[in-house]
Structure formats: C-alpha cells, structure tokens
C-alpha cells in the first residue's frame, strides 16, 4: 500500500515536471536598472520595446552578475515562470 506522503511526493515531482516544461525562456538587449545580490533580485528594462522586467536571480547566475554595472546595456536570458497557487486541504 502507497502512503499519502509518497502519493504527495510523487504530485510534487510531476508538477515540478510540468512546471519545467511550460516555463518560458527569452532573450533580449537590456539597460540594468537595478540588482540586489542579498535579495538575488533584479529590474532591466528592454531596449527594443520599454518593456520592464523585475524578478528573482537564479543561483547558478549569481557568479555572472554580481559585478554587473547599472545603466549597462547587457544581453539577457530570462525565464518566464507563471507561479501558481493552490488550496491544499
């Protein structure tokens, strides 16, 4: 017999899965408006269209990122996560 908490574990995993999937991934040439490497957040601001960015650092870029200069221009590979939330009863 399966327990609840390996039925949970299991959800979890397949959910992460899709999760990883149905993430988006784009680049794009940005002025870095601002950065905070404690926090791990960021604010750039696209070159081609206005268009503001703000959001979480990934670990493994922290390294790549923490000398960056503000007011640079860079070329950006962000991900676009959709971060949903459910009531677990």
Request: negative net charge; hydrophobic residues 35%; contains cysteine.
């Amino acid at each position: 017999m399966v327990s609840s908490a390996e039925r949970l574990d299991k959800a979890f995993t397949i959910v992460d899965k899709i999760d990883i999937e149905m993430s988006e991934s784009i680049e794009i040439n940005a002025n870095l408006i601002g950065l905070n490497i404690r926090t791990k957040r960021y604010e750039i601001e696209s070159l081609d269209t206005d268009e503001s960015f703000s959001g979480r650092v990934s670990d493994e870029a922290i390294p790549k990122i923490q000398n960056a200069t503000i007011n640079n221009r860079y070329k950006v590979n962000i991900k676009k996560v959709v971060e949903t939330k459910g009531d677990c009863n």
